[in-house]
């Protein structure tokens, strides 16, 4: 029985090791490059923004009703009523203009220092892709949350409701996955 105990200890130390070992080399111990700027981090922080959106819209869902007349009402009561739903509707209903900024700053700085180049035009066309479709989940995001419409609009506002929160977030997680995939393949242009 101490046998297998003292096995057990063994392999977690080795898996807390090189645990460890990962944490400290990517993040803790890691210096940020001499010369990094903002402008270089852009991309991170869109892909950061989209989580983050992803996270509070997730909690939005357990409240919110796509119906011409509940919509305005569930926001309020998120708002109101919730604990700290003020606070994540906020940061779902600000995130975006700093998501399509981050996604805009990224976008300059790839096309003025030309890293649409070749091989690297595939990561331009997904890209531009993934630049559509952040504005159009702006676009039904705002279509919903303004909700209070006519009668004939229920059956679009689920429509859009639908859109919103499933199709065109599985697309963007597709062309992510096809982004970093070929990000991968190629290594960044200005290596950390
Ligand atoms: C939701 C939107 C997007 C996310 C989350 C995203 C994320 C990223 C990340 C994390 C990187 C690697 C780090 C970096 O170089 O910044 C990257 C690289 C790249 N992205 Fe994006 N991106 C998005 C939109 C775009 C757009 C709109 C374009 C251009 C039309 C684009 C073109 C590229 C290119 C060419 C690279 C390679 C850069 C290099 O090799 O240094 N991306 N992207």
Redesign the pocket.
């Known amino acids: 029985m101490a046998d297998k105990k003292d096995e057990f200890r063994e392999v977690r130390n080795k898996e807390g090791g090189f645990l460890k070992e990962v944490i400290e080399k990517n993040i803790t111990r890691k210096l940020i490059p001499k010369g990094m700027s903002w402008f ?5 922080i ?2 950061v923004a ?1 989580l983050v959106q992803t996270i509070t819209g997730i909690f939005l869902m357990f409240y919110f009703v796509p119906g011409t007349k509940e919509a305005l009402a569930s926001i309020q009561y998120i708002t109101h009523y919730v604990p700290f739903g003020w606070f994540i509707q906020r940061i779902h209903a600000v995130g975006p203009h700093v ?1 399509i900024g981050m ?1 805009i700053g ?2 300059v700085r ?1 096309f003025f220092k030309g ?2 180049r070749h091989p ?1 035009e595939l ?2 066309v ?3 892709c ?2 559509i479709l ?1 504005l159009l989940m702006y676009f039904t995001g705002n279509l919903l949350s303004v909700g209070n419409m006519d009668e004939l609009f229920t059956i679009r506002l689920s429509f859009l409701y639908a859109v919103h929160v499933a199709v065109i977030p599985s697309i ?1 997680g597709l062309f ?1 996955g096809m ?2 995939f070929m ?1 991968r393949k ?5 290596p950390l």
């Open positions: 270089g981090c852009m991309g991170g869109s892909l989209f998501m996604v990224h976008m790839i890293i649409y690297r990561h331009w997904s890209g531009s993934l630049f952040t963007m992510m982004h970093f990000i190629t290594g960044i242009y200005e």
